[in-house]
């Protein structure tokens, strides 16, 4: 009860028992409190790691940043060694999203799904905070120590190296240390094409490949549009290539499986595996004989004349490229494009491409090395040996691994140097001779890593941040500022001694033995399988096979029926004297002799994956019975090569069902239960090459619309109205759209069993339909997206008004309205409504941090599909309406299109006349998939034109 | 009296056993005036059992999401829907014999209106779970109702089917539940009257609203219950039409068909009816209403069953007609996909059961045999939720996109919830017969030939009341 006191000499001090400093009776209850607060205290503090550097950034925040803003940095993905430009989205500090860097001069705005997917390393709680010594957490300093003592007879393993930086500071390193050796090797080896021009050309080069200036593309097993070598960069180019004009470029693949590549070809051959040089052989006699050059061998028949034909007719402006790793077959490519006079123009080895820099016989040499125990210490940056090529680094007597995160190899590494993120630190690039990437960080380190770079430069003495060597390094050469800025920088490269061509080297191939071979490839959303830890790749739908989660054995139509194989039957499959148990899928197209299955699975690091998807009484695993996501087949393909003749496949008798997207396969309804005429199912509208010329409305199914409604429309645009078109000529199903998707709108992974059970999250998908019989098919590649109807059938039926429709023409989805009676999505008839299940995973902190804050986690029981990037629409439109005007067209990109590598999708307002997407409505070759039903969808698509045969339009007639 | 006995020869008494009034009371109210039987207990256990599994299923459900169901992106619907339209099929008969043939003067009615009540009742409750379980939010079950709240200007979709069918559905379980309330007061009364424990007395005082039995409570008790009778009629073909528009409103080929809500209709008395049946025989074998239940009764049901059956096999036909007139593939592709396709045992079962079956009772042997009418009854009974499951899940699994096609299995937890709503039912059910009169005694008597022939007339319950209250 203190009085107030009126003045300061009124309160005295002596009366205030309050703030009187009392004698403390400490007696033995509060020594023992104060005694348990002090240890207790003092020992949490203890248990906390020491403040490394500044969790939170931006807590003075820079000026020009505005939190809930975007910025985005230009940088280079890392996905692959593709190099391609980015954009890496950051929002209040942290990156979100890659997207395309549409000014680069190699991927031209596109990005695939595996540089999209890599941000998710970023947020991989699992990855290395710091060094390992002898299976200890250690410091820097103690592993320096350690390594510094140890650096005798070295050899430095990594993966083709992109930066230039790296490559000197390697470089610098080998030199330094006397007997030290570099070698480099990609899983996925392009090592032959390189072996071939060195024999041919005289120097070991890999040229680039310039799809965009060719008119006739004849491939031979290579899957340029999927996973060779640069696949958004030939995407991009082949797109162009293939643009409807007189000039359109005529594909033809030849080929063992069926790829993505195959699936767009304009006339597939299927070729077993081992006649891939026979043919060339017989190409190369046809193309010789027409040049007037002399070659070894006679033209015999094959199904060459028309590719060849083709070919000369096209000469300077054709391309023959050959996936297979044999260099006598390679050097047949190279005499057959010299033959053309196709150097220069669409093979580039002047500025070469320097995306595959590995080199087979060098790993060989290491390998032998290693057996004879003649190496050190063996340093391991960024690959995965053991596990790749099962190479016995244990051999080694120092086995140092610079790596991000557990793997094969990192368990039998003496040293684990923890790896900075590539999204963390500076680094660069130079994909193609020429053109340099600079990488920057977007994001402070998590943990105590050190990048490569920064590594070896301690090794050496003189330790230096990333920053200061990568710009130490291109100080001389660009310009600095305008380089970062740009996210690369054009730059003088560096003469490529080539000698004139030797024709010598050239011999002709003869057709190996035939039987039952084992193929290896590399699925388009896992390529190698680096990324195997990546939830996001492993649940990506494989463009053609639709399968996910897992590898499986494809065998062709034909071979099937033959063995008596059905979907999910596991089979036993014996190669090169390892065997590994595999499910059967069914691959229509693939050469009978031809058992497929795709690398990169069978990896430690998907042991993670055991509690994905939602936990529940029926539920089954995600892993297979190895606790893996799929199996391992590296052992059964000799080391640098994806062909193991000589397999052997026997059913087991057991059965995995595989986790398929789509179960259907075909474009056609089933025969015995058509309707008359009714076989054909015109969701994809298509027609031939010379149709098209004939005119250009070509293969579009006429619907007699009523002209009049019974009822005025609901709705009136008054302002925009937002509409989509998509090319399906111009796409090649490489499911860029389907991640760019995903990560955007924080669309949730569900796990093997969900997909299973045929409730698959993604809200963009692609269709693909077969049509033909048996493996002689054709394939159509379609993205299905929320229609955004006018009519919409599922505004009608949801009884509380969840689903509406904006006045700018979107079908707006309010998902804490709704309820989840599904009948939206029962009533949709394109299927593209997708229904929370369970509360699906968002359990780890770490990974949390990759969801964009601009779009609702939806919890369980709501409905959701794609709202046409509704974010980014209004995000634009609230920048462009402060200078008070709308955003101009092109200026908002829906996050399908942004990353689409063919540039197929166009968006936006259809009610502005000079827009892209009203110009595109008025193509001829426009069509709304079911259209009959008069629900008016604001997606459209352009019919597919493909210089097929005939076939496929009598089809369609009888159809329609 | 000689005319009296060409008219008995003319028309058969509908009650056997030459009861009087007293007997009718004294028999029916005695079934449940006695202890329960061990095969009525074991009876309850079972049913009472499947309740539990079934509500153990529907908490795991709700707990856990809507995913422990067989649904898929391509098939939203599946089990929930089937069983709600099976139940609410069921529910018809009821309605329609206490009220169309009230109407019609059916007199042989009498025997069944009261249990084929009680039965839409609780047929209504188990259909009624289903549209509050399958949503994905059912906590938020209440957002479709249209009542005046404070989330906004938020209202409900009054262009959904589903809003009609909340309408649709509340609106026929009050009515059904005043009409078998009002139709029990009489028997109430009797119930009071003749109850030896101060507890029966006091309730069954209670809820007979103090009937009298004097002539004017009769007037007012007999013109309510044909306006209500008028009231319930159009429910008949009401409900069952807004339940067929959930389906016929849809743009999903197999499901938009303009000929659903007469043959939905026809397919719910159809189900109901047998449904009826299959309870009624077992107890007119249970409990001894052999006297009540005749062979009389059977065959006028089973010639409902015989007529309903038939339009529903019309129905089925005039669908595979009118897709092949329509010229429209996707139709025609859905019709020939049920019929061939990868559900095409449903198809077949559907067809064999509801379409073959029901001719056989044709025949009066048959119709005479009651463990055949027994068992056909439950045949019509299966055949009549794969109908409802056919509709749902062969339209849905193939609809026009390939791409999407897909296959629906049930999990274990949708199939013990179904079986919890027949644990829901029967457990409902059997208490019903234990504590409330299963036949109607007040409208049994009226078609007694009281005071025709019988000797000595019994004093008739409500006289005894009357004289009660004026004691």
């Given at each position: 009860m203190n009085p107030y006191w009126k003045s300061p000499t009124e309160r005295n001090p002596e009366h205030s028992d309050e703030f009187a400093p009392g004698p403390a009776p400490f007696n033995r209850r509060d020594f023992i409190k104060a005694a348990g607060f002090t240890v207790f205290a003092a020992a949490l503090a203890g248990c906390q790691r020491a403040p490394i550097g500044k969790i939170i950034p931006h807590d003075k925040a820079p000026e020009e940043l505005i939190p809930g803003t975007a910025v985005h940095y230009a940088s280079v993905c890392h996905g692959c060694e593709a190099g391609c430009g980015a954009l890496i989205k950051t929002l209040d500090g942290r990156p979100i999203k890659l997207e395309g860097l549409p000014a680069h001069p190699l991927s031209k705005g596109g990005l695939c799904a595996i540089g999209q997917a890599s941000l998710l390393g970023l947020y991989d709680s699992l990855r290395f905070q710091q060094p390992i010594l002898d299976g200890q957490p250690a410091t820097w300093d103690a592993?320096?120590?350690?390594?510094?003592?140890?650096?005798?007879?070295?050899?430095?393993?990594?993966?083709?190296?992109?930066?230039?930086?790296?490559?000197?500071?390697?470089?610098?390193?080998?030199?330094?240390?006397?007997?030290?050796?570099?070698?480099?090797?990609?899983?996925?080896?392009?090592?032959?094409?390189?072996?071939?021009?060195?024999?041919?050309?005289?120097?070991?080069?890999?040229?680039?490949?310039?799809?965009?200036?060719?008119?006739v593309i004849v491939s031979f097993g290579a899957d340029f549009l999927g996973g060779w070598i640069s696949p958004v960069e030939h995407t991009a180019g082949y797109a162009q290539g293939r643009k409807l004009d007189d000039q359109t470029a005529w594909h033809a693949q030849f080929e063992s499986t069926t790829t993505l590549t195959g699936s767009n070809a304009d006339k597939r051959y299927r070729l077993a595996p081992g006649e891939t040089g026979a043919a060339l052989t017989q190409l190369a006699a046809r193309i010789a004989q027409k040049a007037g050059a002399k070659f070894d061998t006679a033209v015999t028949g094959h199904d060459l004349d028309e590719a060849s034909e083709k070919l000369w007719h096209a000469r300077g402006h054709s391309l023959v490229v050959c996936g297979e790793q044999d260099v006598a077959a390679q050097a047949l490519v190279n005499f057959i494009n010299d033959l053309l006079g196709n150097y220069g123009h669409t093979l580039d080895i002047a500025a070469p491409s320097l995306q595959k820099r590995g080199d087979d016989n060098a790993l060989a040499e290491l390998a032998r090395e290693l057996n004879d125990g003649k190496v050190g210490t063996l340093i391991i940056a960024g690959v995965n040996p053991v596990y790749d090529v099962a190479l016995p680094v244990g051999k080694a007597r120092y086995v140092v691994c610079v790596a991000q995160r557990a793997d094969e190899t990192t368990a039998k590494a003496n040293v684990v140097c923890a790896e900075t993120n590539e999204f963390e630190t500076w680094s660069d690039a130079e994909p193609v001779s020429g053109v340099v990437g600079i990488s920057q960080p977007v994001i402070v380190p998590r943990g105590q890593t050190r990048a490569l770079i920064e590594t070896l430069a301690a090794w050496l003495g003189k330790p230096q941040s990333a920053y200061d060597i990568v710009r130490g390094h291109w100080q001389e050469e660009i310009s600095w500022e305008k380089a970062v800025h740009d996210g690369f920088a054009l730059i003088e490269r560096k003469p490529v001694a080539v000698k004139s061509f030797d024709r010598s080297v050239v011999k002709s191939v003869t057709a190996a033995a035939g039987g039952l071979t084992l193929v290896g490839y590399a699925k388009v959303g896992l390529g190698d399988g680096r990324q195997a830890f990546n939830p996001w790749l492993q649940e990506l739908p494989d463009p053609v096979s639709k399968v996910t989660w897992d590898n499986y054995a494809c065998v062709s139509v034909g071979a099937a029926a033959k063995l008596g194989l059905t979907e999910g039957d596991v089979v036993r499959i014996e190669a090169n004297g390892a065997a590994v148990e595999l499910p059967v899928y069914v691959q229509p197209g693939q050469h009978d002799d031809v058992v497929a299955v795709a690398i990169g699975y069978g990896q430690q690091m998907t042991k993670r994956f055991a509690d994905v998807g939602p936990k529940w009484i029926q539920r089954n695993p995600t892993l297979g019975a190895n606790c893996m996501v799929g199996v391992n087949i590296a052992p059964l393909l000799p080391v640098g090569k994806l062909v193991a003749p000589g397999a052997k496949l026997v059913k087991t008798g057991t059965r995995r069902e595989l986790a398929s997207t789509q179960t259907y396969h075909y474009i056609t309804v089933p025969e015995k239960l058509a309707p008359a005429g009714g076989l054909v199912r015109p969701c994809i509208q298509e027609t031939t090459l010379a149709e098209y010329r004939h005119d250009p409305a070509a293969g579009i199914h006429k619907h007699h619309l009523p002209k009049e409604d019974l009822y005025p429309p609901d709705h009136k645009y008054p302002g925009r109205q937002w509409a989509m078109v998509i090319d399906l000529t111009k796409c090649t199903g490489c499911s860029a759209c389907v991640l760019a998707c995903q990560v955007e709108n924080n669309v949730p992974v569900v796990g093997r069993d969900e997909v299973q059970r045929r409730r698959d999250m993604h809200w963009m998908r692609i269709d693909r339909y077969y049509k033909g019989d048996g493996d002689d098919v054709t394939v159509a590649h379609q993205p299905m997206l929320c229609q955004h109807c006018e009519n919409a059938p599922c505004e009608a039926v949801c009884p509380v008004l969840a689903t509406v429709h904006t006045e700018e023409g979107l079908n707006a989805q309010a998902y804490n309205r709704c309820v989840g009676t599904r009948y939206c999505a029962n009533n949709c008839p394109y299927k593209v409504r997708r229904f929370n299940w369970f509360n699906y995973r968002h359990d780890d902190p770490v990974e949390n941090l990759v969801l964009n804050p601009s779009v609702t986690v939806r919890t369980r029981g709501v409905m959701e599909k794609c709202s046409l990037c509704v974010q980014r629409i209004q995000e634009a439109t609230i920048v462009a309406k402060k200078d008070g005007k709308l955003p101009a067209d092109g200026v908002i990109q829906t996050a399908c299109q942004q990353s689409c590598p063919a540039q197929a999708i166009?968006?936006?307002?259809?009610?502005?006349?000079?827009?892209?997407?009203?110009?595109?409505?008025?193509?001829?070759?426009?069509?709304?998939?079911?259209?009959?039903?008069?629900?008016?969808?604001?997606?459209?698509?352009?019919?597919?034109?493909?210089?097929?045969?005939?076939?496929?339009?009598?089809?369609?007639?009888n159809a329609g | 009296?000689?005319?009296?006995?060409?008219?008995?020869?003319?028309?058969?008494?509908?009650?056997?056993?030459?009861?009087?009034?007293?007997?009718?009371?004294?028999?029916?109210?005695?079934?449940?005036?006695?202890?329960?039987?061990?095969?009525?207990?074991?009876?309850?256990?079972?049913?009472?059992?499947?309740?539990?599994?079934?509500?153990?299923?529907?908490?795991?459900?709700?707990?856990?999401?809507?995913?422990?169901?067989?649904?898929?992106?391509?098939?939203?619907?599946?089990?929930?829907?089937?069983?709600?339209?099976?139940?609410?099929?069921?529910?018809?008969?009821?309605?329609?014999?206490?009220?169309?043939?009230?109407?019609?003067?059916?007199?042989?009615?009498?025997?069944?209106?009261?249990?084929?009540?009680?039965?839409?009742?609780?047929?209504?409750?188990?259909?009624?779970?289903?549209?509050?379980?399958?949503?994905?939010?059912?906590?938020?079950?209440?957002?479709?109702?249209?009542?005046?709240?404070?989330?906004?200007?938020?209202?409900?979709?009054?262009?959904?089917?589903?809003?009609?069918?909340?309408?649709?559905?509340?609106?026929?379980?009050?009515?059904?539940?005043?009409?078998?309330?009002?139709?029990?007061?009489?028997?109430?009364?009797?119930?009071?009257?003749?109850?030896?424990?101060?507890?029966?007395?006091?309730?069954?005082?209670?809820?007979?609203?103090?009937?009298?039995?004097?002539?004017?409570?009769?007037?007012?008790?007999?013109?309510?219950?044909?306006?209500?009778?008028?009231?319930?009629?159009?429910?008949?073909?009401?409900?069952?039409?807004?339940?067929?528009?959930?389906?016929?409103?849809?743009?999903?080929?197999?499901?938009?068909?303009?000929?659903?809500?007469?043959?939905?209709?026809?397919?719910?008395?159809?189900?109901?009816?047998?449904?009826?049946?299959?309870?009624?025989?077992?107890?007119?074998?249970?409990?001894?209403?052999?006297?009540?239940?005749?062979?009389?009764?059977?065959?006028?049901?089973?010639?409902?069953i015989i007529l309903t059956g038939s339009l529903v096999g019309l129905a089925y036909l005039t669908e595979f007609f009118i897709a092949a007139y329509s010229g429209n593939p996707y139709e025609q592709f859905v019709f020939i996909n049920r019929a061939f396709g990868p559900y095409s045992w449903a198809y077949w079962i559907m067809v064999s059961c509801n379409v073959i079956t029901p001719q056989l009772l044709w025949f009066k042997r048959i119709r005479g045999n009651l463990m055949i009418v027994f068992l056909l009854s439950l045949v019509i009974n299966v055949g009549m939720w794969f109908e409802r499951f056919v509709i749902i899940v062969s339209s849905l699994h193939r609809d026009y996109l390939p791409s999407s096609w897909a296959m629906y299995t049930p999990s274990l937890i949708e199939v013990l919830t179904f079986i919890g709503t027949f644990g829901l039912f029967f457990s409902a059910f059997l208490l019903f017969c234990r504590f409330l009169p299963m036949i109607a005694m007040a409208e049994v008597k009226g078609v007694l030939r009281e005071g025709h022939h019988a000797p000595a007339p019994a004093p008739a319950a409500p006289v005894r009341a009357a004289q009660e209250v004026e004691a």
């Open positions: 592993v320096d120590a350690a390594v510094k003592s140890r650096l005798n007879n070295v050899r430095i393993l990594t993966r083709t190296i992109l930066s230039p930086t790296t490559r000197a500071m390697i470089q610098q390193f080998v030199d330094a240390h006397a007997g030290a050796k570099w070698i480099e090797y990609d899983p996925l080896s392009s090592s032959a094409i390189a072996d071939a021009h060195e024999q041919t050309h005289g120097t070991r080069v890999l040229p680039r490949y310039r799809f965009d200036q060719a008119r166009v968006f936006g307002d259809r009610n502005d006349p000079n827009s892209a997407v009203a110009q595109a409505r008025k193509n001829p070759r426009h069509y709304l998939v079911l259209e009959e039903l008069n629900v008016r969808p604001a997606i459209g698509y352009l019919t597919l034109v493909r210089d097929r045969a005939g076939k496929n339009h009598e089809t369609h007639k | 009296m000689s005319t009296d006995a060409q008219h008995q020869n003319l028309r058969p008494p509908w009650i056997l056993g030459n009861k009087s009034l007293s007997d009718v009371s004294r028999d029916i109210c005695g079934i449940f005036e006695r202890k329960p039987t061990a095969l009525w207990w074991i009876a309850f256990l079972v049913a009472a059992s499947m309740l539990a599994v079934g509500s153990a299923a529907m908490i795991y459900q709700m707990a856990t999401g809507i995913g422990t169901w067989g649904l898929n992106k391509t098939v939203g619907w599946a089990f929930d829907i089937t069983n709600f339209v099976f139940w609410i099929g069921i529910g018809h008969a009821g309605t329609l014999i206490s009220a169309i043939l009230f109407l019609l003067r059916q007199k042989w009615r009498t025997s069944v209106n009261r249990a084929a009540e009680a039965m839409t009742l609780f047929a209504v409750m188990c259909a009624g779970l289903f549209p509050l379980i399958h949503m994905g939010r059912p906590w938020l079950f209440y957002w479709i109702f249209p009542y005046p709240n404070n989330r906004g200007p938020l209202w409900v979709n009054f262009r959904s089917p589903l809003v009609w069918d909340f309408f649709a559905i509340s609106t026929y379980f009050i009515i059904s539940a005043g009409f078998w309330y009002m139709g029990l007061l009489p028997d109430l009364a009797t119930i009071r009257d003749r109850a030896t424990s101060k507890l029966r007395r006091w309730l069954a005082g209670f809820f007979s609203l103090g009937w009298d039995g004097s002539y004017r409570t009769w007037v007012r008790y007999e013109s309510l219950y044909m306006l209500l009778a008028g009231l319930a009629t159009p429910l008949v073909v009401s409900v069952h039409t807004i339940v067929s528009w959930d389906f016929a409103t849809s743009v999903i080929p197999g499901w938009h068909t303009t000929i659903f809500p007469p043959y939905f209709v026809c397919g719910a008395v159809f189900s109901g009816f047998a449904m009826v049946l299959t309870l009624m025989l077992i107890a007119r074998k249970v409990v001894h209403l052999e006297d009540y239940f005749t062979h009389r009764h059977v065959g006028a049901m089973c010639k409902i």
